[in-house]
Nanobody, 121 residues
Framework: QVRLSEYGGASVQAGGSLKLSCEASGGHRFSRCGRGWYRQAPGKERELVAQ??????TEYADSVKGRFTISQGTDLVLYLEMADLTIEDTATYYC???????????????WGQGTQVTVSS
């Protein structure tokens, strides 16, 4: 059974940095499909923060461009480096990935449980 596990969430002060990691287990390889990070703040919808597409392009939400960097270590590990954090970045961050299926991908079919990032002033 595929599992995505996030690590690295913490409480930090505004202007600080964090690095989140996501480990895949159960046979999934990140390079097979798109993969990325979502976040959800209390009372808000879940939003896509950053992704690496199947053809390895990186894309970012406007709100994090220039501050967040998504990268992949091994084929089992995905990272999100976050710098210059603001209170608005406070949210639960989720790792997500597509599921390979008949030569294609079902986008965002795998999800982690989330890791909490809290930014204080």
């Amino acid at each position: 059974q595929v599992r995505l596990s996030e690590y690295g969430g913490a409480s930090v002060q505004a202007g600080g940095s964090l690095k989140l990691s996501c480990e895949a287990s159960g046979g999934h390889r990140f390079s097979r499909c798109g993969r990325g990070w979502y976040r959800q703040a209390p009372g808000k919808e879940r939003e896509l923060v950053a992704q690496i597409t199947r053809d390895r392009r990186t894309e970012y939400a406007d709100s994090v461009k220039g501050r967040f960097t998504i990268s992949q270590g091994t084929d089992l590990v995905l990272y999100l480096e976050m710098a210059d954090l603001t209170i608005e970045d406070t949210a639960t961050y989720y790792c997500a990935a597509g599921r390979p299926y008949s030569g294609r991908c079902r986008p965002w079919d795998y999800w982690g449980q989330g890791t909490q990032v809290t930014v204080s002033s």
